[in-house]
């Protein structure tokens, strides 16, 4: 029961980006309805302990208005930006 380091650092990811996402959003002049991002964090044996490997995070947006080039332009903005 509870919550473990990993599920907390694939929660700050996904919350990071999707703060920074909104920003970025907001500076291209587009407001989102919703975001929602999801976080799945990868997990591998490492000698005696493990590894995160990867953290995938799969977004669902509703942005009125937003074409793809706009969206890709601020979410690999986002990516850069987000320190997690």
């Given at each position: 029961?509870?919550t473990n380091p990993e599920e ?27 975001l929602e991002t999801k976080s ?45």
């Open positions: 029961p509870g907390l650092i694939g929660a700050a990811h996904a919350g990071c980006f999707t703060m920074a996402l909104s920003l970025q959003l907001e500076l291209a002049g587009l407001k989102a309805e919703s799945t964090v990868t997990l591998d044996k490492d000698g005696e302990g493990f590894t995160i490997t990867a953290c995938q995070l799969d977004l669902k947006a509703k942005i009125p208005g937003a074409d793809k080039a706009a969206f890709d332009k601020a979410a690999q903005a986002a990516k850069e930006g987000c320190p997690v």
